[in-house]
């Protein structure tokens, strides 16, 4: 997949509380229009002056779960991006509350590949966590450890029930 060319002309709203994420994100998306806040207040004015074909959303600082409701409602794809709520907790919160990807700070410099899954599989009608989740499984692993998801463990299997059934679908193609 030519992750690029998914992403040519797109239209992203970006919000962190941290310019220099801001800026990263920025020119690792340099395919797409963006639109950069860095407080909830000016996410919610870019919302409801704009459409976005996704939105790349902070936890921590902005109020990116109040913003993922709103995204949410106009059906906008969104991924979370977190470094200090880099949680089993958080990534369950974000999957329920209709995140299409969950991915640490740290990955940031994969950002347009994620993005483009997201987007890809969005326009194909297809559940994104599949693939976002397949490629940041073994950190998550590694960052909580062993058994990490053994708490929640129907929410977990009903996940990866969701995944095996995607998996199949892609491999119809």
């Given at each position: ?8 002309g797109?239209?992203i ?17 340099y ?39 709103i ?90 029930d ?12």
């Open positions: 997949m030519d992750h690029q060319h998914i992403l040519k797109k239209r709203l970006l919000v962190d509380d941290e310019p220099d994420i801001l800026e990263t994100l920025e020119e690792l998306l395919d797409c229009t963006t639109d950069s806040a860095s407080t909830f207040e000016s996410a919610v004015s870019f919302l409801k002056n704009n459409a976005y074909d996704a939105a790349i959303l902070d936890i921590m600082g902005v109020k990116g779960y109040s913003l993922l409701k995204t949410h409602k106009l059906n906008i794809p969104s991924i979370m991006l977190t470094a200090h709520a880099l949680t089993p907790d958080n990534l369950k919160h974000s999957i329920e509350q209709g995140a299409d990807a969950y991915v640490p700070k740290d990955k940031l410099v994969d950002i347009s590949l994620f993005m483009a899954d997201v987007l890809s599989a969005r326009e194909q009608g297809k559940d994104s966590r599949f693939t976002w989740f397949s490629r940041l499984k073994p950190l998550f692993d590694n960052l909580f450890g062993n058994g990490w998801h053994k708490s929640d463990q129907a929410f977990w299997d009903e996940f990866d969701n995944q095996t059934a995607s998996r199949d679908d892609l491999q119809k193609f």
